[in-house]
Protein backbone atom coordinates (compact mmCIF):
# COMPACT_ATOMS: atom_id res chain seq x y z
CA UNK A 1 0.00 0.00 0.00
CA UNK A 2 2.66 2.43 1.16
CA UNK A 3 4.63 1.24 -2.15
CA UNK A 4 2.13 2.03 -4.54
CA UNK A 5 1.41 5.76 -2.73
CA UNK A 6 5.56 6.49 -3.13
CA UNK A 7 5.02 5.47 -7.15
CA UNK A 8 2.47 7.61 -7.44
CA UNK A 9 4.04 10.44 -5.44
CA UNK A 10 7.33 10.04 -8.28
CA UNK A 11 5.60 10.22 -10.85
CA UNK A 12 4.21 13.37 -9.21
CA UNK A 13 7.28 15.00 -8.78
CA UNK A 14 8.47 13.92 -12.28
CA UNK A 15 5.16 15.79 -13.19
CA UNK A 16 5.85 18.41 -11.70
CA UNK A 17 9.84 18.77 -12.62
CA UNK A 18 8.43 18.64 -16.80
CA UNK A 19 5.52 20.81 -15.45
CA UNK A 20 8.79 23.68 -14.79
CA UNK A 21 11.08 23.13 -17.28
CA UNK A 22 7.87 23.41 -20.19
CA UNK A 23 6.98 26.68 -18.13
CA UNK A 24 10.46 27.68 -18.46
CA UNK A 25 10.19 26.89 -22.26
CA UNK A 26 7.26 28.55 -22.31
CA UNK A 27 8.71 31.93 -21.27
CA UNK A 28 11.49 32.02 -23.91
CA UNK A 29 9.53 30.59 -26.82
CA UNK A 30 6.23 32.67 -25.96
CA UNK A 31 6.80 35.46 -28.15
CA UNK A 32 7.54 33.04 -31.22
CA UNK A 33 4.25 31.13 -30.71
CA UNK A 34 2.29 34.29 -30.41
CA UNK A 35 3.76 34.88 -34.03
CA UNK A 36 2.72 31.90 -34.84
CA UNK A 37 -0.48 32.08 -33.96
CA UNK A 38 -1.06 35.31 -35.54
CA UNK A 39 0.24 34.61 -38.91
CA UNK A 40 -1.96 30.99 -38.71
CA UNK A 41 -4.78 33.22 -37.75
CA UNK A 42 -4.57 34.91 -40.72
CA UNK A 43 -3.71 32.07 -43.21
CA UNK A 44 -5.56 29.34 -41.94
CA UNK A 45 -8.65 28.30 -39.91
CA UNK A 46 -9.37 25.16 -38.31
CA UNK A 47 -6.71 22.90 -39.88
CA UNK A 48 -4.32 20.96 -37.71
CA UNK A 49 -1.23 22.51 -36.39
CA UNK A 50 1.66 21.71 -34.14
CA UNK A 51 0.99 22.09 -30.70
CA UNK A 52 2.60 24.79 -27.76
CA UNK A 53 5.34 23.55 -26.21
CA UNK A 54 3.51 22.84 -22.79
CA UNK A 55 0.67 20.71 -24.34
CA UNK A 56 3.87 18.87 -26.47
CA UNK A 57 5.64 18.56 -23.25
CA UNK A 58 2.03 17.13 -21.75
CA UNK A 59 1.27 14.89 -24.96
CA UNK A 60 5.16 13.44 -24.46
CA UNK A 61 4.72 13.05 -20.31
CA UNK A 62 1.06 11.37 -21.58
CA UNK A 63 2.78 8.87 -24.53
CA UNK A 64 6.59 7.78 -23.30
CA UNK A 65 5.82 7.97 -19.39
CA UNK A 66 2.42 6.85 -18.66
CA UNK A 67 1.24 4.55 -21.51
CA UNK A 68 3.96 3.71 -23.54
CA UNK A 69 6.12 1.86 -20.99
CA UNK A 70 5.75 -0.78 -18.22
CA UNK A 71 4.36 1.94 -15.90
CA UNK A 72 0.57 2.49 -16.93
CA UNK A 73 -1.02 -0.83 -15.70
CA UNK A 74 0.62 -0.47 -12.57
CA UNK A 75 -0.23 3.63 -12.18
CA UNK A 76 -3.55 2.48 -13.20
CA UNK A 77 -3.78 0.20 -10.15
CA UNK A 78 -2.18 2.33 -7.39
CA UNK A 79 -4.84 5.08 -8.69
CA UNK A 80 -7.75 2.96 -8.25
CA UNK A 81 -5.84 1.81 -4.63
CA UNK A 82 -5.91 5.47 -3.64
CA UNK A 83 -9.57 6.00 -4.47
CA UNK A 84 -10.13 3.20 -2.28
CA UNK A 85 -8.01 4.57 0.74
CA UNK A 86 -9.61 7.95 0.28
CA UNK A 87 -12.90 6.48 0.68
CA UNK A 88 -11.96 4.28 3.52
CA UNK A 89 -10.48 7.44 4.93
CA UNK A 90 -13.57 9.36 4.54
CA UNK A 91 -15.29 7.08 6.73
CA UNK A 92 -12.88 7.77 9.52
CA UNK A 93 -11.49 4.62 9.10
CA UNK A 94 -8.25 5.37 7.29
CA UNK A 95 -4.98 6.83 8.69
CA UNK A 96 -2.52 9.55 7.31
CA UNK A 97 -5.81 11.54 5.85
CA UNK A 98 -3.82 14.24 5.16
CA UNK A 99 -1.43 12.80 2.87
CA UNK A 100 -3.74 10.71 1.14
CA UNK A 101 -5.64 14.04 0.00
CA UNK A 102 -2.48 15.85 -1.38
CA UNK A 103 -1.59 12.55 -3.44
CA UNK A 104 -4.93 12.37 -4.45
CA UNK A 105 -4.85 15.97 -5.35
CA UNK A 106 -1.59 15.85 -7.06
CA UNK A 107 -2.53 12.55 -9.09
CA UNK A 108 -5.99 14.52 -10.63
CA UNK A 109 -4.23 17.80 -11.76
CA UNK A 110 -1.80 15.38 -13.23
CA UNK A 111 -4.21 13.25 -15.04
CA UNK A 112 -6.24 16.23 -16.02
CA UNK A 113 -3.72 18.27 -16.86
CA UNK A 114 -1.67 15.35 -19.31
CA UNK A 115 -5.99 15.18 -20.74
CA UNK A 116 -4.71 17.34 -24.17
CA UNK A 117 -5.23 16.42 -27.20
CA UNK A 118 -2.77 14.02 -29.74
CA UNK A 119 -0.71 15.69 -31.98
CA UNK A 120 -2.21 14.05 -35.58
CA UNK A 121 0.81 15.77 -37.40
CA UNK A 122 3.03 14.08 -35.52
CA UNK A 123 4.09 9.89 -35.79
CA UNK A 124 2.87 9.36 -31.92
CA UNK A 125 -0.13 7.36 -31.30
CA UNK A 126 -3.44 8.18 -30.27
CA UNK A 127 -3.44 7.79 -26.86
CA UNK A 128 -5.91 10.15 -25.56
CA UNK A 129 -8.86 7.88 -25.68
CA UNK A 130 -7.22 5.01 -23.88
CA UNK A 131 -5.53 7.36 -21.03
CA UNK A 132 -9.22 9.21 -20.58
CA UNK A 133 -11.22 5.94 -20.45
CA UNK A 134 -9.03 4.25 -17.75
CA UNK A 135 -7.74 7.09 -16.01
CA UNK A 136 -9.21 10.80 -16.38
CA UNK A 137 -12.47 9.87 -16.37
CA UNK A 138 -12.22 7.01 -13.57
CA UNK A 139 -10.68 9.39 -11.29
CA UNK A 140 -12.00 12.38 -12.20
CA UNK A 141 -15.08 10.70 -11.16
CA UNK A 142 -13.95 9.83 -8.00
CA UNK A 143 -12.50 13.50 -7.29
CA UNK A 144 -15.93 14.61 -7.61
CA UNK A 145 -17.45 12.56 -5.68
CA UNK A 146 -14.60 12.84 -2.91
CA UNK A 147 -14.76 16.58 -3.25
CA UNK A 148 -17.57 16.87 -0.54
CA UNK A 149 -14.98 15.57 2.00
CA UNK A 150 -11.55 17.36 1.99
CA UNK A 151 -10.66 18.60 -1.70
CA UNK A 152 -13.42 20.75 -2.12
CA UNK A 153 -11.64 24.12 -1.60
CA UNK A 154 -9.05 22.92 -4.29
CA UNK A 155 -8.47 25.17 -7.02
CA UNK A 156 -9.47 22.46 -9.85
CA UNK A 157 -12.41 21.87 -8.16
CA UNK A 158 -13.25 25.53 -7.94
CA UNK A 159 -13.89 25.77 -11.58
CA UNK A 160 -9.95 26.77 -12.44
CA UNK A 161 -8.02 25.00 -14.75
CA UNK A 162 -6.11 22.39 -13.34
CA UNK A 163 -3.52 22.96 -16.08
CA UNK A 164 -3.29 26.12 -14.26
CA UNK A 165 -2.07 24.59 -10.94
CA UNK A 166 1.63 25.00 -10.02
CA UNK A 167 3.61 22.16 -8.58
CA UNK A 168 3.62 22.31 -4.71
CA UNK A 169 7.44 23.12 -3.65
CA UNK A 170 9.72 19.80 -2.88
Known amino acids: RFQRRDFLKQVSVEWCELEDFTEFLDSQLGPLELAI????????SSKAHTPHVRDIGRLMFRNFCLLDSRVFRPLCLAAYALVHEVHVAQQGAGEGRQELVEVFEGLHAMLV?????????SLSKNTKDPFVEHLVEPI??????LAE????GHAS?????????RCRQR
Open 37 to 44: DNFRGERE
Open 113 to 121: GCDVADDHL
Open 140 to 145: SAAYEK
Open 149 to 152: WDVR
Open 157 to 165: HEGASPRGL
